[in-house]
Protein backbone atom coordinates (compact mmCIF):
# COMPACT_ATOMS: atom_id res chain seq x y z
CA UNK A 1 0.00 0.00 0.00
CA UNK A 2 3.12 2.19 0.43
CA UNK A 3 4.43 1.71 -2.35
CA UNK A 4 1.53 2.85 -4.33
CA UNK A 5 0.69 5.75 -2.71
CA UNK A 6 4.25 6.96 -3.59
CA UNK A 7 4.35 5.74 -6.88
CA UNK A 8 1.30 7.73 -6.91
CA UNK A 9 2.40 10.93 -5.75
CA UNK A 10 5.53 11.03 -8.14
CA UNK A 11 3.15 10.19 -11.01
CA UNK A 12 1.26 13.00 -10.26
CA UNK A 13 4.18 15.14 -9.72
CA UNK A 14 5.70 14.28 -12.92
CA UNK A 15 2.17 15.18 -14.97
CA UNK A 16 2.29 18.27 -12.61
CA UNK A 17 5.76 19.46 -14.15
CA UNK A 18 4.97 18.66 -17.62
CA UNK A 19 1.95 20.86 -17.21
CA UNK A 20 4.20 23.26 -15.58
CA UNK A 21 6.53 23.36 -18.23
CA UNK A 22 3.71 23.75 -21.11
CA UNK A 23 1.74 25.94 -19.61
CA UNK A 24 3.70 28.06 -17.09
CA UNK A 25 5.65 31.35 -18.24
CA UNK A 26 8.27 32.64 -16.04
CA UNK A 27 11.65 34.03 -15.80
CA UNK A 28 14.70 32.26 -14.81
CA UNK A 29 16.28 33.47 -11.61
CA UNK A 30 19.46 32.09 -12.10
CA UNK A 31 19.41 33.95 -15.64
CA UNK A 32 18.40 37.04 -13.66
CA UNK A 33 20.74 37.02 -10.78
CA UNK A 34 23.27 35.74 -12.39
CA UNK A 35 22.83 37.19 -16.00
CA UNK A 36 23.82 33.82 -17.18
CA UNK A 37 21.09 31.03 -18.78
CA UNK A 38 21.01 27.75 -16.46
CA UNK A 39 20.66 24.35 -17.92
CA UNK A 40 16.87 24.20 -18.04
CA UNK A 41 16.70 27.82 -20.02
CA UNK A 42 14.36 26.85 -22.88
CA UNK A 43 12.53 24.43 -21.45
CA UNK A 44 8.80 25.81 -21.64
CA UNK A 45 9.61 27.11 -25.31
CA UNK A 46 11.41 24.16 -26.15
CA UNK A 47 8.32 21.54 -24.52
CA UNK A 48 5.67 24.09 -26.21
CA UNK A 49 7.44 22.75 -29.00
CA UNK A 50 7.40 19.31 -28.96
CA UNK A 51 3.82 19.61 -27.87
CA UNK A 52 3.07 21.34 -31.66
CA UNK A 53 5.30 18.60 -32.61
CA UNK A 54 8.31 20.89 -33.84
CA UNK A 55 10.88 18.48 -32.72
CA UNK A 56 13.65 20.46 -34.60
CA UNK A 57 12.83 23.49 -32.94
CA UNK A 58 12.95 22.29 -29.42
CA UNK A 59 16.22 21.17 -30.15
CA UNK A 60 16.53 24.98 -30.92
CA UNK A 61 15.37 26.14 -27.52
CA UNK A 62 17.45 23.05 -25.42
CA UNK A 63 18.51 20.27 -26.61
CA UNK A 64 18.22 18.19 -23.62
CA UNK A 65 14.32 19.19 -23.86
CA UNK A 66 13.45 16.21 -26.33
CA UNK A 67 14.99 13.43 -23.79
CA UNK A 68 13.82 14.78 -20.86
CA UNK A 69 10.43 14.45 -22.68
CA UNK A 70 10.65 11.01 -23.73
CA UNK A 71 12.30 10.30 -19.91
CA UNK A 72 9.03 11.63 -18.30
CA UNK A 73 6.82 9.77 -20.72
CA UNK A 74 8.82 6.60 -20.15
CA UNK A 75 8.80 7.34 -16.40
CA UNK A 76 4.45 8.07 -15.93
CA UNK A 77 4.34 4.32 -18.30
CA UNK A 78 6.63 2.40 -15.74
CA UNK A 79 4.96 4.24 -12.82
CA UNK A 80 1.79 3.59 -14.07
CA UNK A 81 2.92 -0.38 -14.70
CA UNK A 82 4.38 -0.65 -10.69
CA UNK A 83 0.77 1.25 -9.58
CA UNK A 84 -1.09 -1.27 -11.10
CA UNK A 85 0.88 -4.09 -10.81
CA UNK A 86 2.30 -3.10 -7.09
CA UNK A 87 5.73 -3.76 -7.18
CA UNK A 88 8.41 -1.26 -7.01
CA UNK A 89 10.37 -1.80 -10.91
CA UNK A 90 10.65 1.86 -10.89
CA UNK A 91 12.61 2.89 -8.05
CA UNK A 92 15.20 -0.06 -7.77
CA UNK A 93 15.79 0.82 -11.45
CA UNK A 94 16.09 4.24 -11.29
CA UNK A 95 18.43 4.04 -7.99
CA UNK A 96 20.49 1.68 -9.85
CA UNK A 97 20.83 3.76 -13.27
CA UNK A 98 21.60 6.76 -11.51
CA UNK A 99 24.64 5.35 -9.13
CA UNK A 100 25.98 4.13 -12.11
CA UNK A 101 25.75 7.02 -14.90
CA UNK A 102 25.60 9.75 -12.67
CA UNK A 103 29.18 10.99 -13.73
CA UNK A 104 28.24 11.19 -17.35
CA UNK A 105 24.49 12.74 -16.34
CA UNK A 106 26.74 16.25 -14.60
CA UNK A 107 28.95 15.77 -17.95
CA UNK A 108 25.62 16.26 -20.80
CA UNK A 109 23.92 18.70 -18.21
CA UNK A 110 27.21 20.74 -18.20
CA UNK A 111 27.79 20.46 -21.87
CA UNK A 112 23.88 21.57 -22.39
CA UNK A 113 24.87 24.62 -19.93
CA UNK A 114 27.81 25.94 -21.84
CA UNK A 115 25.91 25.40 -25.06
CA UNK A 116 22.91 27.79 -23.26
CA UNK A 117 25.88 30.26 -22.66
CA UNK A 118 27.31 30.08 -25.86
CA UNK A 119 23.86 30.72 -27.79
CA UNK A 120 22.65 33.13 -25.27
CA UNK A 121 19.55 30.84 -25.05
Same mark, same amino acid.
Given at each position: ??????? @??????? +??? $????? &? %?? !?????????????????????????????? @??????? +??? $????? &? %?? !????????????????????????????????????????????????
Amino acid at each position: MKNRVRT @LLIILLI +IFL $FLFLW &L %GQ !FDCLFKKYFHLPCPGCGMNRAFNAILSFNI @LTSFHYN +ILA $FPCFL &L %GI !FCIIVLLYDFVKGTDLFFKKTFKILNKYYKVIIIIVFFNWLVNIYRDI
